[in-house]
């Protein structure tokens, strides 16, 4: 099995085989529950998390594989020096995955390049989270029966949000995205996302300040939090946490079949009333994400989900 370090890594058609095995894995659940009989997750986490790493374990439990690893890195050797390269090549001997949590970019890359194992990355600082991107595409394919020929809203922190680099990246892949790009100037999206926009004729963007404004114009709103933990300057965090609140006075102002996405945790971007609106996606992409992490594991230890018939690649 290979690495997923980024998306970039697996071929448009794989990605949307596991998003197809996603939902057989949701209709077969008898079924596929000894796939991964005898498999040994490790998940190391450096950084906090709830839906990521609880999901990452779920899904090879219910694969019927076992969970090992840490979460919060001040148990692990790493408060001793160890470096991630002979982190993962210790933690290879051990199991058959590994998932990488970490504050830095290039974290999960340097991991996959030490491991003898695949490495999947869970989140490399402001870079990538490209399971996250899995349960996005997961969500609008359920929502939209397409993942193409949408106009996407991504709103709040567009530097730091991983998440949003990640989707944009695969987004451009499958084409036909109007992107508008809604962040605070201090917020703005990396050149390197932009750039990526760019080289895609069918794609295109803009970038705006105000939600009010736009937000009858979309499919998808993709609403993120302010990522505290990446700011150098507290004064600048508490002066931008709060630029954009989705609430249902705003909502008033959206198609009525639009999506409202969030990969959580929220802090106060989404009102809670929300929750209760049609529109609200955010708790369905939490359930994708068992369900695609399900997909990729099973995937990268090689192990076939009995009576899966694989997509058709005419079909996609
Ligand atoms: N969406 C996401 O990555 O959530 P956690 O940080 O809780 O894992």
Same mark, same amino acid.
């Given at each position: 099995?290979?690495?997923?370090?980024?998306?970039?890594?697996?071929?448009?058609?794989?990605?949307?085989?596991?998003?197809?095995?996603?939902?057989?894995?949701?209709?077969?659940?008898?079924?596929?529950?000894? $796939?991964?009989?005898?498999?040994? &997750? /490790? @998940? =190391?986490?450096?950084?906090?998390?709830?839906? %990521?790493? !609880?999901?990452?374990?779920?899904?090879?439990?219910?694969?019927?594989?076992?969970?090992?690893?840490?979460?919060?890195?001040?148990?692990?050797?790493?408060?001793?020096?160890?470096?991630?390269?002979?982190?993962?090549?210790?933690?290879?001997?051990?199991?058959?995955?590994?998932?990488?949590?970490?504050?830095?970019?290039?974290?999960?890359?340097?991991?996959?390049?030490?491991?003898?194992?695949?490495?999947?990355?869970?989140?490399?600082?402001?870079?990538?989270?490209? $399971?996250?991107?899995?349960?996005? &595409? /997961? @969500? =609008?394919?359920?929502?939209?029966?397409?993942? %193409?020929? !949408?106009?996407?809203?991504?709103?709040?922190?567009?530097?730091?949000?991983?998440?949003?680099?990640?989707?944009?990246?695969?987004?451009?892949?499958?084409?036909?995205?109007?992107?508008?790009?809604?962040?605070?100037?201090?917020?703005?999206?990396?050149?390197?996302?932009?750039?990526?926009?760019?080289?895609?004729?069918?794609?295109?963007?803009?970038?705006?300040?105000?939600?009010?404004?736009?937000?009858?114009?979309?499919?998808?709103?993709?609403?993120?939090?302010?990522?505290?933990?990446?700011?150098?300057?507290?004064?600048?965090?508490?002066?931008?946490?709060?630029?954009?609140? !989705?609430?249902?006075?705003?909502?008033?102002?959206?198609?009525?079949?639009?999506?409202?996405?969030?990969?959580?945790?929220?802090?106060?971007?989404?009102?809670?009333?929300?929750?209760?609106?049609?529109?609200?996606?955010?708790?369905?992409?939490?359930?994708?994400?068992?369900?695609?992490?399900?997909?990729?594991e099973s995937t990268v230890v090689g192990d076939e989900l009995p009576g899966y018939e694989p997509l058709n690649p005419k079909e996609v």
């Open positions: 099995g290979k690495s997923v370090v980024t998306l970039d890594g697996l071929s448009t058609n794989q990605i949307l085989d596991l998003l197809h095995k996603a939902e057989y894995i949701d209709s077969h659940r008898k079924e596929i529950a000894h $796939t991964c009989d005898g498999r040994v &997750l /490790a @998940t =190391l986490f450096y950084e906090p998390s709830t839906r %990521t790493r !609880l999901s990452f374990e779920t899904a090879m439990l219910r694969l019927g594989g076992k969970v090992i690893g840490f979460a919060g890195a001040q148990l692990a050797s790493v408060t001793k020096g160890e470096s991630i390269a002979d982190t993962l090549k210790t933690v290879s001997n051990y199991v058959d995955v590994v998932a990488i949590r970490h504050p830095k970019e290039g974290a999960a890359l340097v991991a996959s390049r030490a491991a003898s194992v695949p490495v999947i990355n869970a989140g490399d600082g402001g870079h990538m989270h490209p $399971t996250q991107t899995l349960a996005d &595409l /997961a @969500t =609008l394919q359920s929502r939209f029966g397409r993942i %193409t020929d !949408l106009t996407v809203g991504l709103c709040g922190d567009l530097t730091f949000g991983r998440t949003v680099h990640s989707l944009i990246e695969t987004l451009c892949r499958f084409g036909n995205v109007r992107f508008v790009l809604i962040s605070p100037d201090e917020l703005k999206t990396p050149q390197y996302v932009i750039d990526r926009i760019n080289a895609t004729d069918s794609c295109s963007y803009v970038e705006v300040r105000d939600l009010a404004s736009v937000i009858g114009d979309l499919d998808v709103l993709y609403m993120t939090r302010v990522q505290k933990e990446r700011f150098f300057n507290e004064d600048d965090y508490l002066r931008l946490r709060d630029t954009y609140i !989705l609430d249902e006075e705003k909502l008033q102002l959206a198609k009525p079949s639009m999506a409202v996405l969030h990969p959580l945790p929220r802090v106060n971007e989404i009102a809670v009333d929300v929750d209760d609106d049609p529109r609200a996606a955010y708790f369905e992409q939490v359930k994708n994400g068992m369900l695609v992490r399900m997909a990729l």
